[in-house]
């Protein structure tokens, strides 16, 4: 059974930082991409941060330089760090894990997701 476990959310003031986590279990992690998602209300999710099996990372635009994903393959944990929080990177971030087979098939798992509330 393959779980991810979101975790750090919560309520910060303008110009602060949160660090989320997501725990995976039930999947070889280091095999798989690990990514993080938010998805704001009335808005389509979008994609925050990648951290790619083989070490590279990327990120949307409107978050370069002030966040950043890591991951511990030894802890299969996968982290990002929030800096200079805006008021419109308020969103549910929910964690996600991705793997592509050669065959073309995937396999995508989420997490339940975590809610970020940056006040102004």
């Known amino acids: 059974q393959v779980q991810l476990v979101e975790s750090g959310g919560g309520l910060v003031q303008s110009g602060g930082s949160l660090r989320l986590s997501c725990a995976a279990s039930?999947?070889?992690?280091?095999?798989?991409?690990m990514g993080w998602y938010r998805q704001a209300p009335g808005k389509q999710r979008e994609l925050v941060a990648a951290?790619?099996?083989?070490?590279?990372?990327n990120y949307a635009d409107s978050v370069k330089g002030r966040f950043t994903i890591s991951r511990d393959n030894a802890k299969n944990t996968v982290y990002l760090q929030m800096n200079s929080l805006k008021p419109e990177d308020t969103a549910v971030y929910y964690c996600?894990?991705?793997?592509?087979?050669?065959?073309?098939?995937?396999?995508?798992?989420w997490g339940q997701g975590t809610q970020v509330t940056v006040s102004s």
């Open positions: 996600n894990a991705e793997s592509t087979y050669a065959s073309g098939a995937s396999l995508r798992y």
């Open positions: 951290a790619i099996s083989g070490g590279s990372t």
């Open positions: 039930g999947i070889i992690f280091r095999i798989y991409t």
